[in-house]
Nanobody, 126 residues
């Protein structure tokens, strides 16, 4: 069992930046594919970014490409999401997720992730 705990959310003005962190328990962190998702009120949870296990290939949703950066620090069992040039439409609860299957492949569907954090709120004011 893997426990994921997000932090770093908050209120920021449009154009600002935030860095989310997600700390994981367990000794197998480096073997997981990791992802960030978000869910706005009344909407389905959507993919934001993912990073694979080995060489750490990254993949982004078109809506955040060029503004957000996902990275991982295996020595600290932590995955990050650096968010720049934030927009009001980025407002959502952000979740990190870990996957044990297909760790070297990019998968964007929620069904391809096995463990989830509790989420952290990000609010971008206009």
């Amino acid at each position: 069992q893997v426990q994921l705990v997000e932090s770093g959310g908050g209120l920021v003005q449009a154009g600002g930046s935030l860095r989310l962190s997600c700390a994981a328990s367990g000794r197998l962190f480096s073997s997981y594919r990791l992802g960030w998702f978000r869910q706005a009120p009344g909407k389905e949870r959507e993919f934001v970014a993912a990073i694979t296990r080995s060489i750490g290939s990254t993949y982004y949703a078109d809506s955040v490409k060029g503004r957000f950066t996902i990275s991982r620090e295996n020595a600290k069992n932590t995955v990050y999401l650096q968010m720049n040039s934030l927009k009001p439409e980025d407002t959502a609860v952000y979740y990190c997720a870990a996957a044990t299957r297909w760790p070297t492949e990019v998968r964007v569907g929620v069904q391809f992730y096995d463990y989830w954090g509790q989420g952290t709120q990000v609010t971008v004011s206009s």
